[in-house]
T-cell receptor, first 116, second 115 residues
Framework: GAVVSQHPSRVICKSGTSVKIECRSL??????MFWYRQFPKQSLMLMAT?????????EQGVEKDKFLINHASLTLSTLTVTSAHPEDSSFYIC????????????FGDGTRLSIL | RKEVEQDPGPFNVPEGATVAFNCTYS??????FFWYRQDCRKEPKLLMS???SGNEDGRFTAQLNRASQYISLLIRDSKLSDSATYLC????????????????FGAGTRLAVHP
């Protein structure tokens, strides 16, 4: 079955650090990937749509200079949280859509980011 | 107003009980509806799609009322393994648009099944 790998699964770092999270589709190609964020006891919120070979599309209220997205290949998208602060601490989840018709989003297993 | 609203729970029920969750959505243009399950600190997993005619998958039954913009999930004969958070999800695109839909998640309803 379709598998999406997300790395790292857990990050703890100091305020001001930049953190890169990888999202890989392991057995399929994905032109489109999505990045979500989930704060405790809240819903998953779409941050941006990542498109291979073009700029990501950000949702309203998400700072594109703060959350850098790179989708350089059909199997890899990265999210970099630049100069992270404690309020960026959250659960970040990616999903990928296989490049075939009528396929669902396959979710990665998430990255728990804690900024001290 | 949130786009998708759910009672956060928790619903604490004994094994074997029947439990029902409700969800309302605000966008009348919503076309596709789903229930996902999320275990603690894990990614969401698709439980079932929800169709206007209502649909059933084993112990799980989903209903959709477009006029009231209301979705429900019924779980019969609850198992310990059903303990999780159940997420109501809607999109504004039809089912055949597949994964390219923008998924709008509710905050979830927590279910705890005890022996």
């Amino acid at each position: 079955g379709a598998v999406v790998s997300q790395h790292p699964s857990r990050v703890i770092c100091k305020s001001g650090t930049s953190v890169k999270i990888e999202c890989r589709s392991l057995d399929f190609q994905a032109t489109t990937m999505f990045w979500y964020r989930q704060f405790p006891k809240q819903s998953l919120m779409l941050m941006a749509t990542s498109n291979e070979g073009s700029k990501a599309t950000y949702e309203q209220g998400v700072e594109k200079d703060k959350f850098l997205i790179n989708h350089a290949s059909l199997t890899l998208s990265t999210l970099t949280v630049t100069s992270a602060h404690p309020e960026d601490s959250s659960f970040y989840i990616c999903s990928a859509v296989e490049d075939r018709s009528n396929q669902p989003q396959h979710f990665g297993d998430g990255t728990r980011l804690s900024i001290l | 107003r949130k786009e998708v609203e759910q009672d956060p729970g928790p619903f604490n029920v004994p094994e074997g009980a029947t439990v029902a969750f409700n969800c309302t959505y605000s966008n009348s243009a919503s076309q596709s509806f789903f229930w996902y399950r999320q275990d603690c600190r894990k990614e969401p997993k698709l439980l079932m799609s929800v169709y206007s005619s209502g649909n059933e998958d084993g112990r799980f039954t989903a209903q959709l009322n477009r006029a009231s913009q209301y979705i429900s999930l019924l779980i019969r004969d609850s198992k310990l393994s059903d303990s999780a958070t159940y997420l109501c999800v809607v999109t504004t695109q039809p089912y055949f648009a597949g994964g390219y839909n923008k998924l709008i998640f509710g905050a979830g309803t927590r279910l705890a099944v005890h022996p």
